[in-house]
């Protein structure tokens, strides 16, 4: 059975994948964040790597919800839907359903993803549908101009706050394991570098890959998390891990994470109690560790743990729909809509 | 064998009624198939509590099936019976005011014990009170019959109780001279792999028939012959089965995957069951974590070049709202079909209702005109959703389809439609780079190009934002605002070049027309049809097309002295008709989450007509 999508990739599967460079992947629309706001860097790393993907760009759909984070479609030069507030997910769900050809990525916000469309995200999670989720958390509600958010941490003063905020704040990468995400990862937007390994890694799971992007709101919220950014403090503050790594940290690479039955605690690899030996490795095909060090998140005694936390298969949910209705073709032939509707208990009025 | 009489009568209603656990849904479907394949016309409707197993023997547990039938047109499950099987006191009870005096009741003795009376509120056995002197009674005990009849066979006690229903369908087979063979056949092919199960099943079907052939409690037989259908294949069917199908059919004849995104609710729920079947026909279900997920699922699905589909009913339609806003504006094809029922809030799940074609309307922030397209008969809805996705398809919007929870449950035969007699709907997809403007138009539909994902050269982006005409960039000009908005509702309003003007049933002009929408169809059309035969100056009009509507219609209003609008609501449709052709219509709205009678809508003719109101 041909539809008339089926006949235009058809069509179009000899077109030769064009040599992009970033340059083509942004598009003549006007960048309208505020200067200096972290999406730039955002929008410039996933330009960068886009060309490395081996995706055309016409395969490519960045689908948002609402807030400054979900503008991002706009410069994108590739298929963008810019939805409505929360619902990006759902929209990117129906769009992979229906076209899981398609190289789909949802970008949205620590309100948009989180609050209003905290619903779609966690059964989006659970459900893993093979694309992308690119949370820009900045712990405000930008758009709106500086509400708390439900990742904005207690105490915080706002406009909608003005005695602090009495709301403890979700950690995304522990809701998304809790939804059994099956990729979660957490990245900087003024680490350049790490994002970029971050997001091509996300672009290369099976499965719904979910990265948590750090990103200063400079209008809004400045500064949120300079201390896991800047020179002087980020060596002591994040703990970068990686699969197969000991978790290592500080400035000379002095202190280490160690497990203490189920809790991780920081040892020091100078005074000659603990050596690298001694400390965890990471392994990012195990569930139970993710949510250890997941759980590191907000623990004021601990570095802020930064990295692939999460990497693990499981069946996709549109692979295994398509498996069915294949099935469904082997046992009984493709629908037949002449047959259907003269099936059952039909009679003959003369 | 005792001596039988056979009458001959044109039509009947017989209404089941026992506890939601006696299988009574089932019985009347059986009955219903039965009596469809002996071709006379029919309609049928449920009635069910809302509580899955309400307890045993309460009022609020009974559940109820009725079914209307004849050698003439029928078009409503009739307003009264003329026959109840009542198969406890609650039942009866429930039941006894839709019964016509002189009426048949046949109950199920074993039935009527002190507790169940009890439960029922009886203070004494109507059975020996004579309160029900009025009626032919046919006092079975139903129970104790099926269990003799499976007397010899190894079967627990509790079968028999489950049972015996089918011995009261026998019953009723042979009363109304009906084959036992439709359901033998069907009891065959759904106990396959249990043959103790299926012979004791057909032991009490043909138990029910025999006792009525061998007994004197029955000494009349009915015969109800073929109705003047018009030839050709029929089925029966459902509401929501022809909303499955027309939308299949829909996908099928527009060369596109099906895509329904859905989040279970009564009475929609059906839809999603029957369409999460057809996996072999490339439909593919979607059931969301709730019904923004389901309506944005499908919007997702449309943008990537399918037919984006969601079914709900009023509570979820309400969720529903912004996302069809957001369709509006990116002007991607989508039907929304809600089966209503009586709200508002969670209202009356189980019943029907009328009151939602405000919502359909208007009910979404900003101006954002959508088509709504009603239903009229169960079988009609196959055409209704066909069309709505038509019009979809054609003019990139989204598109709203209104059937009821009597619609959605009720059935009738359906002359089968020929598959390739049916228009091709297939849009065309834009693929050549050249000059693409996501928001340039066609220049009679208005509607905007559709390039899906995948196509070279085509990348472009949508969303809620306003668009600059043409181009489709974000725009905040006031002026383009105010031209997008009239674009809007202008592509909308150009519909009306597209389908058909309204008839009028009756004469094209008189005293008195009848205007009606949905599922009231059934109920006006044998109300005004007995008026006229009595030779009063009255017309039917039943829009289907609730926006925009037919180009005619304003005109056809004037043709006649008043202007009567029935509505299961409190005036919806009528405040539409006064506001959009300044004529003096008047309503007439019952809203107990039931059809209209046919007999009190032919009364409020009369008076009108008389004078007296
Ligand atoms: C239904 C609805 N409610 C509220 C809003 C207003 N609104 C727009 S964006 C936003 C919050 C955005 O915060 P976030 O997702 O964190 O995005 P950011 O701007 O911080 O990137 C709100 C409340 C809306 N657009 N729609
Ligand atoms: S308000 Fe904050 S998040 Fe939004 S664009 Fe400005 S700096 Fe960026
Ligand atoms: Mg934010």
Request: glycine content about 10%; hydrophobic content about 40%.
């Amino acid at each position: 059975m041909n539809t008339r999508v089926d006949e235009i990739l058809k069509s179009t599967i000899d077109v030769p994948l064009p040599k992009y460079s970033a340059k083509d992947f942004s598009t003549d629309q006007d960048v309208r964040w505020c200067p200096g706001c972290g999406d730039y860097s955002i929008l410039a790393q996933t330009q960068r790597i886009m060309p490395d993907l081996g995706i055309p760009r016409h395969k490519m759909v960045f689908v948002s919800g609402i807030g400054c984070s979900s503008r991002f479609p706009y410069y994108m030069n590739t298929y963008g839907f810019h939805g409505i507030h929360g619902r990006a997910a759902a929209i990117a769900s129906g769009l992979k359903i229906a076209r899981p050809d398609l190289s789909v990525w949802v970008v949205t916000g620590d309100g948009d993803g989180m609050s209003i469309g905290g619903n779609h995200f966690i059964h989006l999670m659970r459900r893993n549908l093979d694309l992308r989720v690119l949370l820009f958390n900045n712990q405000i509600y930008g758009l709106t101009k500086g509400q708390y958010s439900p990742t904005s941490e207690m105490g915080k003063v706002t406009k909608s706050s003005p005695y602090g905020s009495v709301d403890y704040p979700f950690n995304p990468a522990s809701l998304a394991l809790g939804a059994s995400a099956t990729f979660v990862a957490r990245t900087l937007d003024r680490d350049p570098k790490h994002m970029q390994g971050v997001i091509k890694r996300a672009a290369e799971h099976k499965g719904t890959s979910f990265v948590e992007i750090y990103q200063n709101c400079n209008v809004f919220n400045d500064g949120a998390f300079f201390q896991f950014t800047e020179k002087d403090t980020k060596d002591d503050t994040v703990v970068f891990i990686e699969h197969g790594k000991p978790l290592v940290f500080g400035k000379e690479k002095d202190k280490g994470i160690r497990l203490n039955g189920f809790s991780p605690e920081v040892v020091s690899l100078k005074d000659g109690k603990y050596s690298v030996n001694d400390l965890l490795v990471h392994d990012e095909k195990d569930t139970t560790l993710s949510f250890i060090l997941a759980d590191m998140t907000y623990k004021p005694h601990l570095p802020r743990p930064v990295g692939i936390l999460l990497a693990v298969d499981r069946p996709v949910y549109e692979a295994e729909m398509e498996r069915q209705i294949a099935f469904a073709r082997e046992k009984r032939g493709v629908g037949d809509l002449k047959k259907l509707l003269n099936s059952g208990e039909t009679w003959v009025v003369q | 064998m005792s001596q039988k009489t056979i009458e001959t009568v044109d039509e009947v209603t017989i209404r089941f009624a026992g506890d939601s656990g006696d299988g009574m849904q089932l019985t009347g479907t059986q009955f219903t198939n039965t009596t469809a394949i002996l071709g006379n016309d029919l309609s049928t409707l449920p009635d069910y509590p809302a509580e899955i197993r309400a307890p045993a023997g309460t009022l609020f547990g009974v559940s109820g099936f009725q079914i209307h039938f004849g050698s003439k047109e029928i078009h409503t499950p009739g307003d009264h019976c003329d026959v109840l099987v009542a198969m406890n006191p609650a039942a009866l009870k429930v039941n006894l005011a839709g019964l016509v005096d002189g009426g048949s009741i046949i109950v199920n003795t074993d039935g009527f014990s002190d507790r169940n009376l009890k439960l029922a509120g009886y203070a004494q056995n109507p059975l020996r009170d004579g309160s029900l002197d009025k009626f032919r009674m046919y006092e079975v005990d139903i129970s104790k019959l099926t269990a003799l009849s499976l007397q010899d066979l190894n079967i627990s006690s509790k079968f028999v109780d489950r049972s015996k229903n089918f011995f009261a369908l026998g019953m009723m087979y042979w009363m109304y001279g009906r084959p036992l063979e439709t359901t033998i056949e069907w009891l065959k092919g759904k106990f396959k792999d249990k043959p103790d199960i299926l012979e004791a099943n057909i032991r009490v079907l043909k138990a029910g028939w025999n006792f009525s052939e061998t007994t004197e409690i029955f000494s009349v037989r009915y015969e109800v012959g073929p109705a003047n259908l018009a030839p050709g294949r029929y089925r029966n069917i459902t509401g929501n089965q022809a909303v499955a199908w027309g939308f299949i059919a829909a996908a099928k004849k527009a060369n596109m995957e099906l895509f329904l995104g859905s989040y279970p609710i009564t009475p929609a729920s059906d839809i999603l069951h029957e369409l999460s079947l057809y996996k072999s026909y490339g439909v593919k279900t979607f059931q969301a974590e709730d019904e923004i997920a389901g309506v944005s699922s499908a919007i997702g699905a449309s943008f990537g070049g399918a037919l984006g589909i969601t079914t709900t009913s009023g509570p979820g339609v309400a969720l529903k709202t912004e996302a069809i806003g957001l369709a509006v504006m990116v002007e991607l094809p989508l039907v929304i079909c809600n089966v209503q029922r009586g709200g508002p809030s969670t209202g009356l799940p189980t019943k029907t209702e009328q009151a939602d074609l405000l919502q359909a309307l208007y009910g979404r922030n900003g101006e954002a005109p959508v088509p709504v397209i009603a239903a009229a008969t169960p079988s009609d809805c196959f055409d209704a959703a066909f069309e709505a996705s038509r019009i979809a398809l054609k003019y990139m919007t989204p598109v709203m389809l209104l059937t009821d929870g009597y619609l959605a449950n009720g059935s009738e035969p359906w002359l089968i439609p020929d598959f390739d007699k049916l228009p091709d709907i297939s849009p065309t997809f834009v693929t050549n780079p050249e000059g693409y403007m996501p928001y340039s138009r066609d220049e009679t539909t208005l509607a905007r190009p559709w390039a899906v994902p995948g196509t070279p050269g085509l990348e472009h982006r949508i969303g809620g934002l306003e668009k600059q005409n043409i181009t489709g960039n974000i725009s905040y000009d006031p002026e383009n605002h105010d031209l997008m908005i009239r674009l809007r509702a202008e592509k909308i309003q150009r519909i009306s070049n597209d389908i058909p003007m309204a008839t009028v049933e009756g004469s094209p002009s008189g005293d008195l027309l009848v205007v009606g929408w949905g599922g009231t169809y059934g109920a006006i059309k044998t109300a005004v049809i007995r008026q006229q035969k009595k030779g009063a100056s009255v017309s039917h009009l039943h829009l289907r097309y609730l926006n925009p509507m037919p180009k005619n219609v304003g005109e056809i209003l004037t043709k006649f002295k008043r202007i009567l609008v029935p509505e299961i609501n409190l005036g919806q449709l009528v405040k539409v008709l006064r506001s959009d052709f300044l004529v003096p219509a008047t309503g007439f709205n019952k809203v107990r989450g039931l059809p209209f009678r046919s007999a009190e809508l032919e009364r409020e003719i009369e008076e009108i007509l008389k004078g007296i109101k």
